[in-house]
């Protein structure tokens, strides 16, 4: 007659608990030991014991309310809060930049107008300088005016 399976059972659900909560939690593969199917072809007698052993010994590890795995949460969190700050971050940092193209486009602009009012300045040197060549002229001329004026006929 086979031994009963019922004496294994929390040891067992135990195991299958801790292997589905470390599964949980990594990418690579969890191998730990499991019962046999049949066991009355068990080799190992203290298998059941082993299993016990592990699982009470890592127990912390499938208990969410355990230190560990609150500070887990909270680092979690805390990494989750850094991200939306990193991804207001960046936001910002795009619009500083689409603000400092708008910035460089003005700054262009500023320099053709700059261009433009030396240009201005130039043509209105020009126009001194001839203002001031008629003035002379003019000045001449009413100097040979007035000397015609004095001259008896």
């Known amino acids: 007659m086979a031994p009963s399976a019922l004496p294994f059972e929390p040891s067992y659900t135990a195991l299958k608990s801790l292997r589905q909560k470390v599964s949980n939690y990594t990418t690579t593969s969890v191998t730990l030991p499991h019962r046999p199917k049949n066991l009355s072809t068990d080799l190992h007698p203290y298998l059941d014991n082993a299993i016990v052993t592990l699982s ?13 795995a609150v500070r887990v949460v909270e680092v979690k969190k805390g990494v989750e ?8 971050v960046d936001e910002v940092n795009k619009k500083v930049d689409e603000v400092d193209k708008k910035v460089d486009e003005v700054d262009k602009k500023v320099d053709e107008v700059d261009k433009k009012v030396d240009e ?16 002379t002229e003019v000045a001449e001329v009413k100097t040979q005016v007035n000397d015609v004026k004095l001259q008896p006929f």
């Not at 809060?81 to 207001?88: A, G, L, S």
């Open 120 to 135: 201005v300045d130039k043509k209105v040197d020009e126009v001194d300088k001839k203002v001031a060549e008629i003035k």
């Open 81 to 88: 809060r850094v991200d939306t700050k990193v991804d207001e």
């Open 56 to 68: 009470t010994s890592t127990a912390y590890l499938y208990d969410d309310n355990a230190p560990w």
